[in-house]
């Protein structure tokens, strides 16, 4: 077997649905019918694992660290906002679109400033930009809102036969649509050679120029790609809340942003979704507890995963599970073996 034939037959192996997957996405399907009464919660579990996956395009599999990954979530919902009050687009599907688009207009634009420098020079250029989006948006107050964000968006129906409740329902499914969807063209790329050559950039940039892989190219690509994700989780935002206010481009946004990184991992799509449901559901459970402080609880968590290992907690997590199942394969195995004649 040939080198070529050998990265194809594992990308294709990688590229395969397994069980977990089908049983992942059934069971985020299912939350929808079991628990009627947390629709907004479950909605911005979703809008968030979205953005989050997004981060992790650049982080997990090309490398680029960002703290201003707010500039395209904002842009996103700023432009819907600002397409459903003023009636320009009013089918949302669309106007999701074109906010994407926005977002990746910016994104490209950015991008040639992100590649030139490494991982501290990142850091300060993406936060710089996030933090300049927010000064102008709140400098052009006549077109935002200011402080106030803005006041009276309305949302039409999705194809014109959906409208969006209170309740958050089609919020929710609208969201999960859009999810599902993003998640199979982000999967499909990175599962294809596009997505292994960022993996050799992330590796080692010299060593992936020298053979061949244009690595500036790869990277202004997935970076874009990345934007208009961020693009859409925004504009998710403001059609679900029907908000858009200058918090959509603040330090905080981006930086919860790295802590569901650290949660669920980086570097396989599934990490920004598990992530975010243990990210919001810890950060709903501490506030319960202690509203004051519960953002101490959260970095607790988090010093305990980094001193213990993710691996090694998964592996304890596990542990009750696998002995059960053992057990039962156990006696499965001892009831499968017949009884000697003698």
């Known amino acids: 077997m040939s080198a070529a034939s050998d990265v194809g037959y594992h990308a294709q192996r990688h590229a395969r649905w397994h069980f977990g997957e089908i049983a992942f996405w059934v069971l985020v399907l299912a939350c929808g019918f079991l628990f009627p009464s947390r629709y907004l919660i479950m909605t911005d579990i979703v809008r968030l694992a979205l953005f989050a996956m997004s981060l992790d395009l650049i982080l997990g599999y090309a490398g680029i660290v960002s703290l201003g990954h707010a500039a395209f979530f904002g842009v996103g919902a700023y432009s819907a906002g600002l397409l459903a009050l003023h009636g320009i687009i009013a089918e949302p599907v669309l106007a999701l679109i074109v906010a994407g688009l926005a977002a990746m207009v910016l994104g490209f634009a950015t991008s040639f400033l992100v590649i030139r420098g490494v991982d ?94 244009p690595v500036n190219r790869r990277l202004i690509a997935i970076y874009t790609l990345a934007a208009f994700y961020a693009g859409i989780a925004g504009a998710l935002f ?54 004051q402080y519960w953002q101490f609880w959260i970095g607790l968590v988090l010093v305990v995963i980094v001193l213990v290992g993710r691996e090694r907690l998964h592996r304890w997590a596990l542990f009750v599970p696998n002995l059960i199942i053992k057990q039962v394969a156990g006696r499965k195995a001892v009831i499968a073996v017949p009884e000697s004649d003698a």
């Open 120 to 213: 501290l020079t990142r850091l300060m250029v993406t936060l710089g930009i996030a933090l300049l989006l927010e000064a102008l948006a709140e400098r052009f107050s006549n077109i935002t809102g200011g402080t106030d964000g803005l006041q009276g968006i309305e949302m039409q129906p999705i194809f014109g036969t959906l409208a969006f409740d209170m309740f958050g329902k089609t919020g929710f499914f609208y969201s999960i649509a859009v999810l599902f969807l993003l998640f199979l063209f982000a999967r499909r790329v990175v599962n294809s050679p596009f997505g292994l050559s960022l993996r050799a950039i992330k590796n080692n940039p010299l060593r992936a120029a020298a053979i061949g892989i």
């Open 238 to 291: 403001t059609q679900t809340t029907a908000i858009a206010s200058l918090d959509v481009f603040s330090f905080e946004r981006s930086a919860d942003l790295m802590l569901v990184l650290v949660i669920g991992g980086t570097g396989y799509l599934y990490g920004g979704l598990i992530g975010a449901v243990i990210f919001r559901l810890l950060q709903e459970l501490f506030s319960t507890i202690t509203p």
